[in-house]
C-alpha cells in the first residue's frame, strides 16, 4: 500500500521526467531503432508478436516505445504519460494516425478491460515507489492469454555501478536542469574513454552493456542516458526474484526473465 512519502516520490519522478522530456526530445538512430526494441524483448518475445497486436505503452515519455511498436506493425498502440511531456508524445506520434490513441495519466489510467494482445512498460516502473497498482492494471487491461513486458534496472551485475551512482545521485537529483546538463557533459568525456577502453578489452565491469548498448549511441542519446540516470527522484534497482514477483503478485503467470547484457531485467507474464 503507498504511503505519504510514496505518494511524494512519485509525484516528484513525474515532474522530473516531464522536465527531462520537454528537453530531450528526439527519437532518433540506434535509440529509436527496430533493433534495439528486439535486444529489449528477445527472447522471451519475438518483435513479430507485436504484427496485428493491440497494444498498450505504459510510461510513453517522448513516445519512442510507442513509435517502435507501430514501427514493429502494431495494429494499435495506446500510450500513456502523466508529465507534462504528454505533449511532446502527442507531436512525436502525430503521423501514425488512428493507430496511436495518446492518454495523459498514470499508468492506473490505461483505458479498456481486457483491450489488449500485449502491454509494455520498458524503464518505466522502477520509477515508481509502489508499481503494484499499475501493474495489477496491466492485467485487467490485458485479454486472457494476453501478455505483458517489462524491462527493469538489475540489482544483479551493478554493485560497482551502484557504488558510485547512488552517492552522485544523492547530490546530482537536486541540481537545476542547466548545472545537471553541464554536469551530464563533462561526465561524458570519461564515460566514452570507458567505452573505447570495453571495446578493447572484454574484462572490464559492464563491458557486454558498454558494447552491445551504449557504444551504439549517438552524443545527443548517450548524454540523455546519462541525465536519466543522475535526474530521477526514485529507481530501484531489482533482484531477479523481486523483478518475477512484481508480476506473479498482479496474478500473471508463466512469469519469465532474462538478464539483459547482465545489468537489468527483462521480465514476462501471461494473463490466464
Partial sequence: MATSRDSALREKSISDFGEQWTEFTRNEGYYASAELL????????????????????????????????????????VGVEPSEAYGVLVKNVADLGERVTCVRGRGEALPGDQAYDLAFSIG?????????????????????????????????????????????????????????????????????????????????????????????????????????????AWAKYYSRSEAEALLADAGFVDVRSHHRHGYSWTVIGTRA
Fill in 38 to 77: 528486439r535486444d529489449i524483448v528477445e527472447p522471451l518475445l519475438p518483435v513479430s508478436a507485436v504484427r496485428g497486436a493491440r497494444v498498450a505503452d505504459i510510461g510513453s515519455g517522448t513516445g519512442r516505445i510507442v513509435r517502435m511498436l507501430a514501427d514493429a506493425g502494431a495494429a494499435s498502440v
Fill in 124 to 232: 518505466v516502473l522502477h520509477h515508481i515507489p509502489d508499481p503494484g497498482p499499475v501493474v495489477r492494471r496491466i492485467h485487467e487491461a490485458l485479454r486472457p492469454g494476453g501478455r505483458v513486458l517489462i524491462w527493469l534496472y538489475g540489482l544483479e551485475g551493478n554493485g560497482l555501478y551502484l557504488a558510485v551512482a547512488r552517492p552522485l545521485r544523492a547530490v546530482t537529483r537536486h541540481l537545476p536542469h542547466g548545472l545537471l546538463n553541464a554536469t551530464v557533459q563533462l561526465l561524458d568525456l570519461p564515460l566514452r574513454a570507458y567505452i573505447a577502453a570495453c571495446r578493447r578489452l572484454g574484462s572490464l565491469p559492464l563491458a557486454e552493456y558498454m558494447r552491445g548498448h551504449l557504444g551504439k549511441l549517438d552524443t545527443y542519446a548517450r548524454r540523455l542516458t546519462i541525465y536519466d540516470q543522475l535526474n530521477p
